[in-house]
């Protein structure tokens, strides 16, 4: 079975960091494109930022410069280093694989004063 399970999202004020995991099992993880998408309340799910089994990176405007994106492939694990945050990268951050084909839960980002 297909996991992908998120961990350290949390509650930080505006211009602080977190840094965001996911570790998945089930899958030949070094073939897999891995992303970072969100979905913030009363909006669509976007791309925040995705790698491919090659190490290219992909970062949407609103992120650029801000986050990093990073995989592991000896430990199946993808991060995003999120810095500078604001309170509108608050949502739900969701790890993915094969692009679109499998989703972690997802992991609360609250970006607050």
């Known amino acids: 079975q297909v996991q992908l399970v998120e961990s350290g999202g949390g509650l930080v004020q505006p211009g602080g960091s977190l840094r965001l995991s996911c570790a998945a099992s089930g899958i030949i993880f070094s073939v897999y494109t891995m992303g970072w998408y969100r979905q913030a309340p009363g909006k669509q799910r976007e791309l925040v930022a995705d790698i491919t089994r090659g190490g290219n990176t992909y970062y949407s405007d609103s992120v650029k410069g801000r986050f990093t994106i990073s995989r592991d492939n000896t430990k199946n694990t993808v991060d995003l280093q999120m810095n500078n945050l604001k309170p509108e990268d608050t949502a739900v951050y969701f790890c993915?694989?094969?692009?679109?084909?499998?989703w972690g839960q997802g992991t609360q980002v609250t970006v607050s004063s």
């Open positions: 993915s694989a094969g692009r679109t084909a499998y």
